[in-house]
């Protein structure tokens, strides 16, 4: 019988959170054009297509729609699933399907494997934090595929003997990393070690505590060309590329591995997927090769070798991790006089800051729990889950007394705060060129977003001593000044507090149908009084509102007013001290005036009594701008 390789294509499928740190939604990005933000332009070139990826023959005659997914190896990020679950329902099943499928194709093994949960550099993470990371991102695969899983991805595939080890304690078999991580290897057995790695077959690490973990370290060069260099002009190219490493003349069996970001299969490479439905049909139609995931190889040929890793390595930086710290020459582009010292200053800031933020945690939370971390870890529950039940179900569940409201409040806001304390370092912000980037003043939103809710518990006073180290960070772009200047003039204007949604609340109220109980995004708004009357194109609103948040279960009661002129013309105050006895009088004397046409003594009205918080179309949520 003809001796074949085995060959496993893995995708890393991933994009960082891009989510306003209040609204948890994301926000139009013109960038993106003509799509509303990047991840549904990713999802309309690549997640969604590869779930129908067209075969053609040589005629260009569409033969076959298949689910790529269900015959290589990948893994999604966390936070990316969580998107497309709400914003690509019929993409996301096909993918928790094609896990479903492969295990029918390899074995009962799933070609799906878990991620560290937002990709935050675990090397340069503390223990703790490793290991939320893992716990996280484990969980939510679980709920998710429905079975444990047992590989997972690591961010930036960065490691260390730690990660190795964290990784063990929770059950994982196996990871993968690039070539390049590999120290040496030997056979067991033997006393002597080889330089580099053979990517032809998977190894045992020994970790110091004596127990192991298996790698697969992708074949470099081959990865590469799907990457950078035209494999995927040409499905059968792809695969021919794909077969030259066999090497016949070797005994034992022979996996030919690749592994690059799964974006490459048609939003880096436009058709990408189709290139690699031809591929993998060719090679098992030829039987040139027979397709395996990690999973079900590892199953059937154990490791014989034993390898040792290279530490605080990664598949994107030639220096390590340093790209994640410091200036180390790793970049994407960009003028040649440009520099990454920024990202010192920034590692610094945001480790001080999460360092505060571990502080006030442990302090405020032993007031509720015996642990708070585990409690922390087992946070993910409501993460996955935003619903009031949930939320009270894990708040019965975990603490060691009976919480009143405001106490259950300030529960929650502990636990967000750690939330946002992993996501601020979520590896993006550090991988390119300049600190005004989008990805580095997304997770600078996490951090603004971690000192509001800190503050919000405990008297520390965090700002000033983020924004002294921030400041030490030099953008590349003169106008764009420092950290501080960048969080100050970028970040800061995106801080909302519950009487801001409101204001979203009174807007809408103009409009909606069922004015007295809307939904701002991750916001309850309900009236328990509300007025609205008409005058050809203008409208007066007003109400007395209750703000509830869905994720602190935090609130807040106020009025409002407002009077819509047309076009992006609208006035509107906010007030929290009026009785309801003074609304209605008020509201009536406004009310009154605006039937009477007089709209400038209606203006008066609203700014004299409603003192409290005005505002514009220029205040309202981007989206809401473009209505």
Not at 272 to 279: E, K
Not at 508 to 513: G, H, K, T, Y
Not at 548 to 556: A, G, H, I, L, N
Request: contains cysteine.
């Amino acid at each position: 019988m003809r001796k074949i390789p085995y060959v496993c294509i893995h995708g890393h499928f991933y994009q960082p959170p891009r989510e306003n740190a209040w609204l948890d939604e994301i926000e139009i990005q013109e960038s993106a054009a003509p799509y509303h933000d990047w991840n549904e332009r990713i999802m309309r070139e690549c997640y969604g297509p590869n779930t129908t990826s067209r075969i053609l023959n040589d005629q260009g005659k569409l033969v076959d729609i298949v689910n790529n997914y269900a015959r290589m190896s990948f893994n999604f990020g966390p936070t990316l699933l969580s998107w497309l679950e709400q914003h690509a329902p019929k993409a996301y099943q096909a993918i928790l399907d094609a896990d479903k499928l492969s295990m029918k194709y390899f074995n009962g093994h799933g070609s799906a494997m878990a991620q560290v949960y937002n990709h935050i550099i675990m090397p340069l993470a503390n223990r703790r934090d490793k290991e939320t990371q893992v716990f996280w991102g484990l969980h939510d695969f679980k709920v998710r595929f429905g079975r444990d899983a047992e590989g997972i991805w690591l961010a930036e595939t960065a490691v260390d003997t730690e990660t190795l080890e964290v990784l063990v304690d929770f059950g994982i078999k196996f990871t993968v990393l690039s070539p390049y991580q590999a120290k040496r290897f030997r056979k067991k057995g033997e006393s002597e070690w080889a330089d580099g790695i053979d990517s032809r077959r998977p190894y045992t690490i020994i970790l110091p505590t004596g127990r192991e973990i298996s790698i697969f370290f992708y074949d470099g060069e081959r990865s590469k060309g799907v990457a950078f260099e035209g494999y995927l002009n040409d499905g059968g190219f792809f695969a021919e590329n794909l077969v030259s490493g066999f090497d016949e003349s070797i005994e034992e069996p022979q996996l030919i591995n690749i592994a690059t970001d799964g974006e490459s299969y048609g939003h880096h490479h436009k058709n990408g997927d189709m290139a690699l439905a031809y591929c993998m049909r060719f090679l098992e139609e030829s039987g040139r090769a027979k397709m395996t995931n990690y999973s079900q190889y590892l199953a059937m040929y154990p490791p014989e070798y034993e390898a040792e890793i290279v530490e605080d390595s990664s598949w994107s930086c030639a220096h390590g991790v340093e790209r994640w710290r410091s200036n180390c020459g790793c970049h994407t582009s960009g003028p040649g006089h440009w520099n990454q010292e920024w990202r010192v200053g920034l590692r610094e800031a945001l480790d001080w800051l999460s360092d505060q933020f571990a502080d006030i945690y442990e302090r405020e939370m032993s007031d509720y729990v015996d642990m708070p971390w585990s409690v922390r870890n087992k946070y993910v529950e409501v993460i996955y889950e935003r619903s009031l039940e949930t939320h009270e179900r894990f708040v019965e569940d975990h603490t060691k007394k009976r919480l009143g409201t405001e106490e259950v409040t300030r529960f929650n806001r502990l636990l967000e705060m750690q939330k946002h304390s992993l996501y601020m370092f979520t590896s993006c912000g550090w991988f390119f060129n300049d600190i005004s980037g989008i990805e580095t003043v997304q997770i600078l939103q996490y951090a603004a977003r971690g000192i509001q809710l800190a503050e919000s518990v405990n008297k520390r006073r965090l700002t000033a001593g983020f924004l002294k180290r921030l400041k030490k960070a030099q953008s590349n772009i003169p106008e764009k000044g420092t950290g501080e200047d960048i969080y100050l003039n970028d970040v800061a204007p995106k801080v909302l507090t519950l009487t801001q949604v409101g204001m979203h609340y009174a807007v809408d109220s103009l409009f909606e149908d069922s004015s007295q109980e809307i939904t701002v995004l991750n916001y309850d708004c309900t009236s328990d009084w509300f007025h609205r009357s008409k005058m050809g194109t203008y409208i007066f609103a007003a109400g007395f509102t209750r703000v509830r948040s869905r994720v602190t279960m935090s609130e807040k009661k106020f009025s409002f007013a407002i009077l819509y002129l047309g076009n992006h013309h609208l006035i509107g105050s906010t007030a929290t001290k009026l009785v309801p006895e003074e609304f209605d009088s008020i509201v009536d004397l406004a009310a009154a005036t605006f039937d009477a046409g007089n709209l400038s003594d209606c203006i008066d009205i609203i700014k004299k009594y409603f003192k409290e918080k005005s505002f514009s179309y220029f205040d309202l949520f981007k989206d809401q701008q473009l209505r």
